[in-house]
């Protein structure tokens, strides 16, 4: 093996140059291979100057910068693609052609960066032959097999200074403060930071909640002297037996995005619990900006480490950081199951015993 391609793929987050950075320098040092960046996911293998050398001049500098050198592509499954037949509109699979491309290219092997629906691509890549490495990232912590995903730390960090600021205006005000963070369908943002931060209330897609729970925390809270609350959100979040909020569909080709439910428990809490509540979306703050300390260390081993995977011939596999020690899983173990928050574990269990509500309290 002697070619190698690097790719970062879905929506960005802090540390993915952190990435490239240390999977090129540890390939070029280590292993004398010559690295190359394929541009925005894996288009650039179709564009002209789309894969191009990545060297330690072009890596140089990178290490705090958020974003992507190598730019993304998140508009859904690449290997899928709507062509008009006969005056009609079909989804095409065109993965063979993107097969091609890696071959005429003369890529070697891949080192694909990304979170779910990357490590789909990697998975099937890897049916169809092709030798694939993967780093999970996500800010959202969701990828199975793995404690931590980088992105994530550095967005509880910013979600929790969210919360720090929104506590002092909640308290001039007396007012309810809710805070609707990413996560899709995993409440690690929305938990971590709101427990880091201190909120009243956190709602998360993994406990379905009652409005009228929360509505009774934030009354008892008026009644003991405490005329503000903080209510941090996952945006995945949904009522017991309620739907979660969209901002958009899913179809063929793209995954849903979710967004409003933040909006739907203000007007509640205004509306019947009687108190004055205002709604910030942090939306994509949490995923801008340079990476914290912890993500760039964990970015950085996990780049390593994806080398080394690659080296000892590992295809087919994600690094992971597993306790304290970086291994490696099947892509497809990781993609069968994705990581949730565990209700039963001992953060819920830490939260529940400082007074802070989930919703689902009788
Ligand atoms: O998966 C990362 C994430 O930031 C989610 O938390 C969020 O739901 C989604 O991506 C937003 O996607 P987009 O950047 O395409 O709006």
């Known amino acids: 093996m002697r070619r190698i391609g690097i790719s970062t793929g879905g929506g960005d987050a802090p540390g993915l140059n952190a990435v490239i950075r240390a999977a090129c320098k540890t390939a070029i040092n280590d292993f004398g291979y010559e690295v190359y960046g394929i541009r925005n996911g894996l288009d650039g293998l179709f564009e002209s100057g789309g894969v191009f050398p990545l060297t330690h001049s072009e890596v140089r500098g990178i290490l705090p910068q958020g974003g992507t050198i190598l730019g993304s592509a998140s508009r859904g499954n690449p290997f899928l693609r709507k062509v008009k037949k006969n005056g009609k509109e079909v989804v095409e699979d065109v993965t063979e052609e993107y097969i091609e491309r890696i071959k005429l290219v003369g890529l070697d092997a891949l080192l694909l960066i990304g979170g779910d629906g990357t490590l789909a691509i990697a998975s099937e890549l890897t049916k169809r032959g092709i030798d694939v490495v993967s780093v999970p990232k996500t800010i959202d912590n969701d990828v199975g097999g793995t404690d931590y995903t980088f992105g994530f ?3 509880v960090n910013i979600a929790t200074e969210a919360i720090d600021r929104l ?8 007012r309810v403060m809710i805070l609707e963070l ?11 930071a709101g427990l880091a931060g201190g909120a009243d209330v956190i709602l998360i897609p993994e406990i379905p909640f009652s409005f009228e729970a929360v509505c009774r925390k934030i ?9 503000f609350s903080i209510v941090s959100i996952a945006e995945g979040s949904h009522p017991v037996g309620g739907q979660k909020v969209y901002k958009r569909a ?3 080709l793209y995954v849903a995005r979710l967004g409003g439910i933040g909006q739907v428990v203000g007007k509640f809490i205004e509306s019947i619990c009687g108190a004055e509540t205002r709604v910030t979306v942090l939306g994509h703050i949490q995923r801008g900006g340079t990476p914290t300390a912890f993500d760039r260390w964990l970015a950085t081993n996990y780049g390593s ?9 590992r295809f087919g596999r994600m690094v992971a950081l597993q306790g304290q020690r970086f291994t490696s899983v099947k892509i497809e173990e990781a993609l069968a199951s994705p990581k949730r928050v565990d209700v039963k574990g001992d953060t819920l269990q830490t939260a529940r015993a400082l007074g ?7």
């Open 219 to 227: 009354q008892r809270r008026i009644a003991r002297g405490s005329k």
């Open 153 to 155: 730390d550095t967005a």
């Open 250 to 252: 899913e179809d063929e």
């Open 356 to 362: 802070i509500a989930f919703g689902d309290e009788a």
């Open 182 to 192: 990413m996560g899709r369908d995993a409440g690690f943002i929305a938990l971590h």
């Open 167 to 174: 506590h002092t205006t909640a308290e001039s005000h007396h």
């Open 305 to 313: 480490e994806a080398i080394r995977l690659m080296a000892r011939g």
